[in-house]
């Protein structure tokens, strides 16, 4: 089976350059490129693992089958946040509207509220914080990664991503993780997140 796997490389140069604050042109070309080459490796892991047979029970362990499969996770966990992150940066900052700003109100209280706990799980990550949807439960919930190959738990559905993983942050910000987040957060694009809540 051929991979679907798509470098969006172009589209989100073509979306946030000049658009992206206190986030330096360096620093998104060097996001853009990481990611790029998470995605081509993605694309390598899934069609290696496809054309070779699994391994027999006895031989799995410490197989390279399970390296691959160790890394297809990361790298596809890795370039879906990427996309995530890149697809709500280059706004306007501001205030959420419609659905979205009604559901960040149920279920944080007010959107000052939502800043903060979000702000704070952005924080407390070495790697990524994610505003998610529970399918099960309606609510919105923001979780963390950590260490760097965790993911959101299963059943919900990214709407928003920060990454926190050094190279976000390190040539514009230095060691003020703090100062990172604040400006990633004053530039959001809204649109774009409550765009996302429809697809759901």
């Known amino acids: 089976m051929a991979s679907t796997i798509a470098d969006c490389t172009d589209l989100f140069r073509k979306k946030l350059l000049g658009k992206t604050g206190k ?9 853009l490129g990481l990611y790029a080459i998470q995605v081509r490796r993605a694309k390598e892991l899934l069609s290696s693992i496809e054309k070779d047979e ?12 399970r390296a691959r499969k160790l890394d297809l996770s990361y790298c596809l966990s890795a370039a879906k946040s990427h ?9 306007a900052g501001g205030s959420p509207q419609g659905t979205l ?5 149920r279920d944080f209280g007010s ?8 702000r704070a799980t952005a924080l407390a990550s070495d790697s990524w914080a994610w505003t998610c949807l529970d399918q099960a439960s309606g609510r919105l919930i923001n979780l963390l990664g950590d260490p760097r190959g ?15 993983e050094d190279h976000a942050f390190l040539l514009d910000f230095g060691w003020d993780r703090a100062a ?10 809204w649109e774009s997140v409550g765009r996302l809540l429809p697809l759901l």
Not at 54 to 65: A, K, M, R, T, V
Not at 101 to 105: G, N, P
């Open 23 to 31: 986030i330096s042109e360096k620093t998104l070309e060097m996001h």
């Open 54 to 65: 699994p391994p027999s029970e006895d031989q799995i362990g410490g197989s390279p089958f």
């Open 83 to 91: 996309e995530l992150y890149f697809h709500v940066l280059g706004g």
């Open 101 to 105: 700003r009604e559901w960040i109100d």
């Open 111 to 118: 959107l000052d509220r939502f800043l903060r706990d979000l």
């Open 150 to 164: 965790a993911v959101p738990f299963w059943g919900s559905s990214p709407l928003l991503a920060v990454d926190m």
């Open 180 to 189: 990172y987040v604040d400006s990633l957060l004053g530039q959001l694009d």
